[in-house]
């Protein structure tokens, strides 16, 4: 029987496993593997929710093991550390515990057929101190590493621990990601005041963005960015644009004038690429984001067994630009590359893989969601805000589920969340 492995568990990767184990995996005509790093799957748009505290990975999250056995498909946790082309073999590292204990050692798999979702990771683009210093919200691991050091820091603030009245919190990075943290961190800070933090309140939380370019939201039209400036400024989030950083140490960040921007959390979300260990391979061909360059059927250039999806996948559209890493992109290249595999079970032509912008918004937690739709079917985007932005921001996400889980399953996961908001606490303390 063929063997088909998709490493990575993003929004690309689960759909195209979801969408494979459907098609080849049920029928018994191919063995369907899953390979990720991590036990549990959080659409990444909403990291910086976890990282916030307003959601939970047990309710919001996917259970890669047990979404496996639902649909008909394995699931191997582990980090891949190596392809093996020739041999069609990939090896994973080895698996230990907290106390440094080996609980799977390096294993290797073999595919006929290897779709790669690795997603990406921030480019700190080599500014001193970053890696040391900052919080990334990549992966799930790293939202909720940022969510426990606020969690700590709220509470010095609330009991006088410290001797501070305000907690500083700079953000590098005024694109989706950054923007969207600063508004979900005011209302947590206001949030805290009801859940055991009295002294607590979004005046006490000092947020600032850094910008380096002309604006915040550069990928989204001036329109929506100036909304969304003009909403984060009302809620005493200072925006400071056309600011780029030199160096971070532990007192926060430093610009290139000179200047000094004093942080007790701080948070880089400035630039993407994928992995680096993609370019230290040596097997692909790759742009200066590290993404996989791939033929118009999402095929790596360099081996037709190979797929790549995703954020660490690297295609130009005619105009010579290249799809950016996004969800909504993530979603119609897990769909190609999945309906390819299965015409090649099937002997037929492949597909040219064709991304189609629908537009973008921002979701600045409740207080403002702004965007612009049909960017691929008129001429020019439909601005649109408040209720109807943000009915349409949740139907993202609600697509997402049905893609995942099915129709049925997902219309179940969507009331359970829906229930889990009523009924649990508005913030997560642990």
Same mark, same amino acid.
């Given at each position: 029987m063929k063997k088909i492995i998709v490493v990575g568990g993003g929004a690309g990767g689960l759909e195209c496993v979801t969408r494979l184990s459907?098609?080849?995996?049920?029928?018994?005509?191919?063995?369907?593997t899953l390979v990720d790093k991590s036990r549990t799957h959080i659409w990444k748009?909403?990291?910086?929710?976890?990282?916030?505290?307003?959601?939970?990975?047990?309710?919001?999250?996917?259970?890669?093991?047990?979404?496996?056995?639902?649909?008909?498909?394995?699931? %191997? *946790?582990?980090?891949?550390? &190596?392809?093996?082309?020739?041999?069609? #073999?990939?090896?994973?590292? @080895?698996?230990?515990?907290?106390?440094?204990?080996?609980?799977?050692?390096?294993?290797?798999l073999h595919y006929d057929h290897l779709v790669l979702s690795i997603g990406s990771v921030c480019n700190d683009f080599g500014t001193p101190g970053v890696l040391d210093n900052c919080?990334?919200?990549?992966?799930?691991?790293?939202?909720?590493?940022?969510?426990?050091?606020?969690?700590?820091?709220?509470?010095?603030?609330?009991?006088?621990?410290v001797d501070k009245h305000e907690l500083k919190v700079a953000i590098v990075g005024g694109g989706a990601t950054g923007t969207e943290?600063?508004? %979900? *961190?005011?209302?947590?800070? &206001?949030?805290?005041?009801?859940?055991? #933090?009295?002294?607590?309140? @979004?005046?006490?939380?000092?947020?600032?963005?850094?910008?380096?370019?002309?604006?915040?939201?550069?990928?989204?039209?001036?329109?929506?960015?100036?909304?969304?400036?003009q909403a984060l400024t009302k809620l005493g989030i200072r925006v400071m644009e056309g600011t780029m950083v030199s160096e971070a140490d532990k007192e926060g960040f430093i610009t290139k004038d000179g200047s000094r921007i004093d942080a007790d959390l701080m948070v880089w979300s400035a630039g993407v690429k994928a992995p680096d260990f993609l370019t230290e391979l040596g097997l692909f061909e790759t742009n200066r984001a590290n993404q996989i360059l791939v033929k118009p059927t999402l095929q790596s250039t360099v081996s037709d067994s190979v797929y790549v999806v995703g954020d660490c996948c690297g295609i130009k559209q005619e105009d010579d630009s290249w799809v950016p890493p996004r969800a909504q992109s993530a979603h119609q290249m897990a769909s190609t590359a999945a309906t390819n595999l299965v015409r090649e079970f099937q002997g037929k032509a492949l597909k040219s893989f064709h991304y189609k912008d629908y537009g973008s918004l921002v979701h600045l937690s409740k207080y403002s969601t702004v965007g612009s739709l049909m960017g691929a079917l008129v001429n020019s985007s439909m601005f649109i805000e408040g209720r109807l932005a943000k009915l349409v921001y949740v139907s993202l996400y609600n697509m997402h589920q049905f893609a995942v889980h099915g129709k049925l399953r997902g219309v179940l996961a969507i009331i359970n969340r829906k229930l889990s908001s009523a009924l649990s606490p508005k913030l997560k303390l642990h």
């Open positions: 459907r098609t080849l995996g049920k029928k018994g005509l191919a063995e369907i748009p909403l990291l910086h929710e976890v990282a916030a505290g307003v959601i939970d990975k047990h309710s919001d999250g996917v259970d890669y093991a047990m979404h496996a056995a639902r649909h008909h498909y394995q699931f %191997q *946790l582990g980090s891949l550390c &190596n392809i093996d082309s020739q041999t069609k #073999m990939i090896q994973l590292e @080895a698996i230990y515990d907290s106390d440094g204990e080996q609980i799977l050692p390096e294993r290797s919080y990334s919200l990549d992966s799930l691991d790293g939202a909720e590493r940022f969510h426990r050091a606020l969690l700590n820091q709220l509470l010095r603030i609330n009991q006088g621990c943290l600063a508004a %979900q *961190l005011h209302h947590v800070a &206001n949030l805290a005041k009801a859940y055991g #933090m009295p002294e607590m309140s @979004a005046e006490r939380l000092k947020v600032s963005i850094i910008e380096a370019g002309e604006r915040i939201l550069p990928a989204l039209p001036e329109r929506i960015a100036a909304s969304a400036r």
